[in-house]
């Protein structure tokens, strides 16, 4: 059964450093999704992604967040300069289409020190 | 913005034992989702749905479209439930993004 992939599984990182959150979602999928997790708390949306363009944002994607789908397989979040409060799980979802079920990548565990 | 609503916050109950977990929201929806999320922290999508009821093995789900709320239901519970459950709605206006719940720590003892 085709399943959404995300690396890394940890990654740790120093505060004021980029990091590139890499996941592959479903191949036939349309609509891609950035949540994040922070410990103890429950998941919030980052960013939507359809049609190679952002469709929507939180307040909490500012100009430090950035996606990318460099290739039609990969769909990436970029965290430019990473702060302590930047740490998370972060999955992605892909949905194949309006109103269809999402699907959740294993997350990445983001840990800024 | 929608608000999503959880109850219990934490179960625990005895392996048999038949389990509801309750999600309310505030604003309306075009479909809500069930998910667990087992220790390790990858969410696992369980139901997708929109009206009525749906069941698959010893889950069962059902949403009430007028109340806003929505049950999920786990018969003849086994220790491998355990999970946090998370209840997410996505919106009635057009994006697709989900809402999520604080979630519900379920613990079955054997």
């Known amino acids: 059964e085709p399943e959404v992939t995300q690396t890394p599984s940890h990654q740790v990182t120093q505060m004021g450093q980029e990091v590139i959150l890499r996941c592959v979602p479903i191949?036939?999928?349309?609509?891609f999704y950035w949540y994040r997790q922070i410990l103890g708390q429950k998941v919030e949306f980052l960013v939507s992604?359809?049609?190679?363009?952002?469709?929507?944002k939180s307040e909490i994607f500012d100009d430090q967040f950035s996606v990318e789908r460099p290739d039609g397989s990969n769909f990436t979040l970029k965290i430019r300069s990473t702060k302590l409060e930047d740490s998370a799980m972060y999955f992605c979802?892909?949905?194949?289409?309006?109103?269809?079920?999402?699907?959740f990548g294993p997350g990445t565990r983001l840990t800024v020190t | 913005k929608n608000e999503v609503e959880q109850s219990p916050q934490n179960l625990t109950a005895q392996e048999g034992e038949f389990i509801t977990i309750n999600c309310s929201y505030s604003v309306g929806i075009s479909a809500l989702h069930w998910l667990q999320q087992h220790p390790g922290g990858g969410i696992v999508s369980l139901f997708m749905l929109s009206s009525g009821k749906k069941k698959h093995g010893r889950l069962i789900a059902t949403i009430n479209i007028q109340e806003k709320h929505s049950s999920l239901h786990i018969t003849a519970s086994h220790p491998r439930d355990s999970a946090v459950y998370i209840c997410?709605?996505?919106?009635?206006?057009?994006?697709?993004?989900?809402?999520f719940g604080t979630g519900t720590r379920l613990t079955i003892i054997p």
């Open positions: 992604f359809y049609n190679n363009e952002i469709s929507e």
């Open positions: 191949s036939n999928h349309l609509y």
């Open positions: 997410a709605v996505r919106s009635s206006f057009g994006n697709e993004k989900l809402t």
């Open positions: 979802a892909s949905q194949r289409d309006r109103s269809y079920e999402q699907y």
